[in-house]
């Protein structure tokens, strides 16, 4: 499975082309039709021709520990910060619609270069799952997990946290996920939701 990020698509690829790429990323000997494969690909632009040793790699997976805890004792402000994670997930879903899921994900990138000089806690992170997590009960999650991470990534940067987001996918039937992670924590996830996906991209 291939995610083709300037075109904002997922690829399941035939038996024959995913074993002729499994072997170049295994830095196997290539076949003579093997070529013809390869022409394919990089007319597709889904492969590049570079100098050097350069090969594409597989996604890493990525450890998980558990889930950042909810704390219903949000405080006074809990009524803001609420509304605030509603908004930022209207506007990530806004933003989709309008710019590629590559260029969104560069800001995301880019602004976790930027991220707040301030030391997050432990708190913090409680405080912004918990947020999203009372923002689910107004707007369902149904369908816009992506919106959702993107939305809860940017709060965590906000906060000074560099947070991990992960597309991931499973077969049969296919279906896509996405989650957000601070080192091995989830934030507004669980284990048993992310469980049966395997990660394709990692940010």
């Known amino acids: 499975m291939l995610l083709d990020l300037p075109r904002d698509r997922y690829l399941c690829l035939e038996n024959g ?6 072997h170049l990323v295994e830095g196997a000997p290539c076949l003579p039709d093997d070529a013809d494969v390869f022409s394919e690909l990089i007319g597709a632009g889904l492969l590049f021709e570079l100098d050097g040793d350069a090969k594409p ?21 809990a009524s803001i910060r609420v509304i605030a994670a509603l ?6 879903t806004i933003e989709l619609r309008l710019r590629s899921l590559d260029a969104v994900l560069a800001g995301l990138a880019e602004a976790k270069k930027k ?9 913090d992170l409680a405080t912004i799952a918990t947020s999203f997590a009372k923002a689910d009960r107004l707007k369902t999650a149904l369908d816009l997990c992506l919106p959702r991470s993107i939305a809860i990534a940017r709060t965590l940067v906000a906060y000074g946290f560099t947070p991990t987001l992960v597309l991931a996918v499973k077969l ?21 939701t992310i469980a049966p996906f395997t990660p394709i991209f990692i940010l």
């Open 87 to 92: 908004v930022r997930i209207f506007s990530a």
């Open 17 to 22: 082309t995913r074993g002729v790429c499994l």
């Open 115 to 123: 991220r707040s000089p301030r030391r997050p806690s432990k708190a």
């Open 57 to 77: 790699s597989l996604c890493d997976d990525i450890p998980c520990s558990g889930s950042v805890p909810t704390d219903r004792r949000l405080g006074p402000s």
């Open 172 to 192: 049969r039937p296919f279906e896509a996920h996405c989650w957000v992670q601070s080192g091995d924590v989830l934030v507004g996830d669980d284990v048993g």
